[in-house]
């Protein structure tokens, strides 16, 4: 449940901060491109996914990554992938708390997709976020 209302959180924070600066703003996506659009795809696009975590009774920490998607039939979407994965990067890093409960820890990983078809660009930037504590209930 906490992850799942992690990455709620910056689904919402990031429909905020892009809606303030960016024309278009990008849907924001949980997962993956919704079955009716894979075959005509909007972009940009941005889609959010849980990855790793790992932790222990004292603490834990989740990976998010964010995937970015842009269309262009010139390097100009090269130019728009980069200028969105940064403009994300920079929202995350200068907030780095959400909902006053989870924090991101401020690492971060960049990278362009070496695929690609001809006109689309695609890049990820993966996050490490902190999860709260899970107190025991029943003791022993």
């Known amino acids: 449940m906490t ?3 992690l990455i709620m959180a910056i689904k919402k924070f990031l429909e905020k901060e892009l809606a303030d600066d960016m024309l278009p703003v990008p849907p924001v996506l949980l997962g993956y ?3 009716s659009t894979l075959s005509n795809p909007v972009y940009p696009v941005i889609m959010i996914r849980p990855a790793e ?3 222990d009774i004292s603490k834990g920490q989740i990976q998010i990554k964010l995937l970015f998607g ?8 090269l130019i728009d992938l980069i200028n969105l994965m940064e403009r994300v990067r920079i929202l995350l890093l200068r907030q780095r ?3 006053q409960k989870y924090a991101m820890d401020g690492s ?3 990278k362009l997709n070496d695929e690609h078809p001809s006109s689309e660009w ?7 976020w902190a999860l709260p504590q899970i107190r025991q209930e ?3």
């Open 3 to 5: 992850i799942t209302l």
């Open 33 to 35: 491109l919704p079955q």
């Open 53 to 55: 975590g790992e932790g």
């Open 70 to 77: 842009t269309q262009s039939d010139d390097s100009s979407g």
């Open 97 to 99: 708390v959400l909902e």
């Open 108 to 110: 971060w990983k960049c």
């Open 122 to 128: 695609g890049g990820e930037l993966t996050t490490t």
């Open 138 to 140: 029943v003791q022993m």
